[in-house]
């Protein structure tokens, strides 16, 4: 493994500067994103899994690198600028997607790709309309406002594999009064809803699976839900098989998304099955390329969510026993429409129930204050419940984890750290990705490496 501690750029690095003269030996790129997955969620997702002398997959890739994530506008990104500065090697503002700063679309990876006669696919179990994999797709100066037509655009470019959750943002509801899954249907896309219908697909030409009306369940929460919605291992399987009937090659985004989700709510046990999912995909994807020799793979973050890590006295047997996500446990909870507040006795038995702690008086009151504090502020009041239930949890185990002050008082990001994150990489010019590099040098490296230049914007 190589890995060293001098900055690197796209730019200023001799060996990428020379690439456009060299016959590219990479057919088939495959990014996989993990949403907020810094140094410290990998961790302790390996304790959890493996224990202290076991390793991720991930860690077994053969180079290494740190990534910087600032935007343009602030030394902490939110999802929407650093998928952007990934997607296109270009920084921008918080909050936007797909565009320079002065609001200037911006083509990406993944067009340019297309627009070189390859087939391109992303896969998310957030909705596939926001920040990450719209970064690919589309463009839009409001995040929070732009979904719908990240949903139009897909469908105008036509990208030949799009899977995860959404589904609301191409309904009439969302459209106008437009069907925009029959839309795709018009075009030739085959349609999956759920886990059974994209076992059946049968390698069509295009394909668009949308499994929820917004995120997808987490993993933790499968169980609990019944859920027959498909893995991360699933849906890459099934894309890998679609895109990789073209001769002249693919791109493909596989985002594991409801990583940074769990960080958020300071879900330690949600961080864990998130990351092991992601890991698992990652493994499959390598295994698969592994028997070829023209596939890269890239795994990478966008961000550092909450700034987790393993401290000393984090109750490790302990956060192994909970069995539902913080947002599960959230949504278990009764509320005296009288007093706006959550009884004690209730939170205390489902605690019990789910997180295994005995919760004071005290604890209830300071939570029911905190709920109605965090509903008034930050980008996400509706998660106050599932981050503040995240954050007592946190506490009693003792996860090393930013506080829910920080958090709250995070204007853009509600809670992600300016942390460098990691990246690993496998296969043909992998060794491009060691040193220190900037989120805006991946996807140039990518073009370069693969003979497939942006298209001029």
Request: glycine share 8%; hydrophobic share 35%; no cysteine.
């Amino acid at each position: 493994m190589f890995f060293h501690y001098t900055q690197v750029s796209a730019t200023s690095y001799p060996e990428v500067n020379n690439i456009q003269q060299e016959e590219p030996k990479v057919k088939n790129v495959i990014m996989m994103l993990g949403d907020g997955m810094g140094v410290g969620q990998l961790e302790i997702a390996r304790l959890l899994e493996h224990g202290k002398e076991g390793s991720l997959f991930i860690e077994t890739l053969p180079h290494v690198a740190l990534m910087r994530t600032y935007s343009n506008n602030n030394f902490v990104t939110d999802s929407a600028a650093g998928g952007t500065g990934i997607a296109t090697s270009v920084k921008t503002n918080n909050g936007m997607i797909g565009v320079k700063p002065n609001g200037k679309e911006v083509k990406s990876i993944l067009d340019a790709f297309q627009h070189a006669g390859k087939k391109v696919g992303i896969i998310s179990n957030n909705t596939v309309t926001d920040a990450t994999p719209a970064s690919f797709t589309g463009s839009t100066t409001d995040r929070w406002n732009g979904q719908e037509k990240i949903a139009r655009e897909m469908l105008k470019n036509k990208y030949d594999v799009i899977l995860g959750g959404g589904s609301i943002y191409f309904s009439p509801e969302k459209q106008k009064g437009i069907d925009l899954i029959s839309k795709f249907k018009e075009e030739g896309y085959a349609f999956v809803h759920d886990k059974t219908s994209l076992k059946k697909v049968k390698n069509p030409e295009r394909l668009l699976g949308l499994f929820h009306p917004t995120y997808m369940n987490y993993k933790l929460d499968y169980e609990q839900k019944k859920s027959n919605e498909p893995s991360l291992i699933e849906m890459t399987e099934t894309a890998l098989n679609v895109l990789s009937t073209n001769e002249k090659g693919f791109f493909l985004m596989v985002e594991g998304a409801r990583i940074d989700h769990a960080a958020h709510a300071a879900d330690a046990t949600g961080v864990w099955k998130e990351t092991i999912e992601f890991d698992n995909t990652v493994k499959a994807t390598v295994n698969w390329a592994k028997k070829r020799d023209d596939t890269l793979v890239i795994v990478l973050a966008d961000h550092e969510t909450m700034g987790m890590a393993a401290s000393e006295p984090m109750d490790i047997e302990g956060l192994k026993k909970i069995k539902a996500s913080s947002e599960f446990i959230a949504h278990k909870l009764k509320i005296d429409k009288n007093t706006g507040n959550y009884p004690a006795d209730n939170m205390k038995k489902i605690l019990k129930q789910y997180a295994h702690i005995d919760i004071s008086d005290d604890e209830v009151e300071q939570f029911n204050e905190n709920v109605k504090r965090s509903s008034q502020v930050g980008i996400y009041p509706q998660y106050a419940v599932t981050w503040e239930i995240g954050s007592l949890i946190a506490a009693h185990y003792n996860v090393g984890v930013m506080s829910r002050d920080v958090r709250a008082k995070s204007n853009t990001t509600s809670g992600h750290s300016g942390n460098m994150v990691p990246i690993f990489a496998y296969g043909p010019s992998a060794d491009r990705f060691d040193g220190v590099l900037d989120n805006t040098d991946i996807s140039k490296m990518i073009g370069e490496i693969s003979g497939v230049p942006f298209i001029k914007r």
